[in-house]
C-alpha cells in the first residue's frame, strides 16, 4: 500500500534495502503515523500507501524501462525488481471497463472469494487478473494483519513475505471519490473503507504493484488507496478467523496490533472463475 497514516504505535518491520515498503497507513486510536500499505516493503497492512516511490534511474548504455503503450501505462521498476518472475500485464487500447471477474483466493484457512469491479479500476482489475493468471499469487503469504480500532485489515500479495516485494512494475492510481467521511475523524480527511472492500496497497501515488489488503472491519484512511472488488461473504468469515487468532506476539512486543497473523496465512491458489 502506500504512505498513509498507519495505525501501529509498533515500528513496521525492516523493509528490504532500496525497496520501498508498501503497507497500509497504521492508524493507532486518533493517532496517525505514517506509513504504507501496500507496495513493497514493511510489514504495514492495508492501511496505508508504502514508502514512496522512486524514479527508476537508468545505469549509462543500459535499456531505459519499458512502459506498456495503452491507457494504463504499466512501467517497469528496474530499482525495485520482482518478487518472483512476470512479463508486463497486456495494455489494450480501450481496457475493459465493465462488468465484474471473479476470483477464489484458496487459502489454508479457508476460501476467500474476490468480485473484482472492472468500472471501478479497470487497469488495476486488469493488473491483478494478469499475476492471477500468471501464478504470481500461489504459494504467498498474507504477511500483515492489523487490530487498531481504526484499522482492521489483512495484507497480502508479496512473493517475499516481507511486504517489500512487489511484481517489477508500477501503475497509476484509480482512487474512489465517493466514500462517506470516517466519523472517528473530525477533520474529515479519512475516509471508510467499509468491510468487504478490497484495494490495493502503495508506496506512494501511482506506485501500484501486486500487494493488496482486505477489509475486515470498517477502516479509516485517507482515500489514497485504490479500491477495485469486494470480499463475498465466504471470505469474510475466513477473514473473521484470522482476524480472531490475533498477531503473532514479539519478544518486543507481547501484544502487537499489527504484525504476521498468528494463524499463519498462505494462498496456495488463485483461481480466476471464467463464465460459462
Known sequence: MSSEPRPQPVPPATATPGRPSRTLARLAGAALLAGALVGAGGTAAVAAPGA???????????????????????????????????????????????????????????????????????????????LVRHRFYDRTSCHRLTAYPTLKVLQCGDP???????PGYRYRDELPTNLPPAPTDPTGERKVYARGVLAMANAGPDTNGSQFFL????????????????VDAAGLATLDRIAAGGIAPTAENPAPVDGAPALP????????HHHR
Open 265 to 272: 496465512v498462505e494462498i496456495c491458489r488463485a483461481v480466476r
Open 215 to 230: 477489509v475486515q472491519s470498517n477502516s479509516a484512511l485517507r482515500p489514497h488507496y485504490t479500491i477495485f472488488g469486494s
Open 160 to 166: 517475499s513475505g516481507t511486504g517489500s516485494g512487489g
Open 52 to 130: 514512496g516511490g522512486t524514479t527508476p534511474t537508468v545505469a549509462a548504455g543500459s535499456e531505459p524501462p519499458r512502459t506498456t503503450p495503452g491507457p494504463c501505462a504499466y512501467a517497469e521498476t528496474p530499482d525495485d525488481p520482482a518478487a518472483r518472475p512476470v512479463p508486463l500485464p497486456p495494455d489494450p487500447r480501450r481496457t475493459p471497463d465493465r462488468g465484474t471477474v471473479r476470483v477464489t483466493l484458496r487459502t489454508n484457512q479457508g476460501p476467500i472469494g474476490l468480485t473484482l469491479d472492472r468500472a471501478a479500476a479497470p487497469c488495476t482489475v486488469q493488473s491483478f487478473l494478469h
